[in-house]
């Protein structure tokens, strides 16, 4: 999803991943209606949904590792040891099996957005949110971001609706939406 800023890209990312509250109209995610959905229901539609944010949000008193492995544990009934399994092969998908115990002031702005998309990634949602994954990247890092988004979404089967101005990159969507004074536009 393109569009210029103030558009409502990331308003309606929001909106999609039960982060906000719908306030009129109709928006159904995974199966639910999120109008008048109460907390229960957004929860429901949180866990399914994996979230890949701008600033990358990792907590920065956690290692790369335990970033991904509160992700999993967010899942009901996984023990620990299977979520530090499925935190480690992730992170050795997107090559830091040499950076998991790193905290992120360790890790450069390019390993904190592959530590964001391992995170998005390790309970095989059905769709990922992306709010500008490339914007803190130069243009190879970006691509070699979004190249392994893409084959990784692929081989989960899973959907991305990613947000951004990087005009680079959108050779690689399947599928281009503008968004323009909070409207879609085609």
Same mark, same amino acid.
């Given at each position: 999803?393109?569009?210029?800023?103030?558009?409502?890209?990331?308003?309606?990312?929001?909106?999609?991943?039960?982060?906000?509250?719908?306030?009129?109209?109709?928006?159904?995610?995974?199966?639910?209606?999120?109008?008048?959905?109460?907390?229960?229901?957004?929860?429901?539609?949180?866990?399914?949904?994996?979230?890949?944010?701008?600033?990358?949000?990792?907590?920065?008193?956690?290692?790369?590792?335990?970033?991904?492995?509160?992700?999993?544990? =967010?899942?009901?009934?996984?023990? @620990?040891?299977?979520? *530090? +399994?499925?935190?480690?092969?992730? #992170?050795?998908?997107?090559? !830091?099996?040499?950076?998991?115990?790193?905290?992120?002031?360790?890790?450069?702005?390019?390993?904190?957005?592959?530590?964001?998309?391992?995170?998005?990634?390790?309970?095989?949602?059905?769709?990922?949110?992306?709010?500008?994954?490339?914007?803190?990247?130069?243009?190879?890092?970006?691509?070699?971001?979004?190249?392994?988004?893409?084959?990784?979404?692929?081989?989960?089967?899973?959907?991305?609706? =990613?947000?951004?101005?990087?005009? @680079?990159?959108?050779? *690689? +969507?399947?599928?281009?939406?503008? #968004?323009?004074?909070?409207? !879609?536009?085609?």
């Amino acid at each position: 999803m393109t569009g210029p800023s103030g558009s409502g890209k990331t308003t309606l990312l929001s909106l999609i991943g039960g982060l906000r509250s719908v306030q009129e109209g109709s928006l159904r995610t995974i199966g639910i209606e999120l109008n008048g959905a109460n907390e229960e229901q957004m929860v429901q539609v949180r866990r399914r949904i994996g979230y890949i944010f701008q600033a990358h949000n990792l907590l920065p008193f956690m290692t790369a590792k335990q970033n991904v492995q509160m992700s999993v544990q =967010l899942q009901s009934n996984i023990a @620990r040891q299977k979520a *530090i +399994a499925k935190s480690e092969a992730i #992170l050795k998908t997107v090559g !830091l099996e040499e950076r998991v115990n790193y905290y992120p002031e360790n890790l450069s702005g390019g390993q904190k957005q592959w530590v964001a998309i391992a995170r998005a990634l390790v309970n095989h949602p059905k769709l990922v949110l992306a709010d500008e994954p490339t914007a803190a990247l130069d243009s190879k890092s970006g691509r070699n971001v979004i190249n392994l988004m893409q084959h990784l979404a692929k081989e989960q089967g899973c959907t991305i609706l =990613l947000v951004t101005h990087d005009n @680079r990159i959108l050779d *690689i +969507a399947d599928r281009i939406i503008h #968004l323009e004074d909070g409207r !879609l536009i085609e």
